[in-house]
């Protein structure tokens, strides 16, 4: 339902909630993730884009979740360094950026306001 190309690079089937296979996916979210994938010139996995509300309580999200906004996906790249992809990241209008070392995944979001960073 959702086989839908956004652009040379994304589908919109990558962004939808896995359990009722709805989207919403804000403009500057996706423009902010095109140019992240320009920029590595490798493709980004999208782990987790939109999330409805019961699937973002399944998976223990916060109650607030941009998610659940359409503003927030859960990238990794293959064959980079977490790190190193949170380099370049810096460098893009990412307004919430959180660093899950440990799940090897970055979260990024384009919520309201000044760059917000955490790290688990």
Known sequence: MNNIKLNQFF?????ECPCCKRVMLSEIL????FKLR???KKPININSGYRCIDYNKKVKGSP????MFGLA???SVKEMILYDLYQI???ISFTG?????KKNFLHLDVRPGKLFEWKE
Do not use: P, Q
Not at 30 to 33: G, I, K
């Open 11 to 15: 589908n919109l089937k990558e962004f």
């Open 73 to 75: 996906a859960d990238i």
């Open 30 to 33: 996706l423009e902010n993730l």
């Open 38 to 40: 320009y920029i590595l």
């Open 64 to 67: 607030g979740s941009y998610h």
């Open 89 to 91: 990241v810096l460098e």
């Open 97 to 101: 950026i959180g660093f899950y070392e």
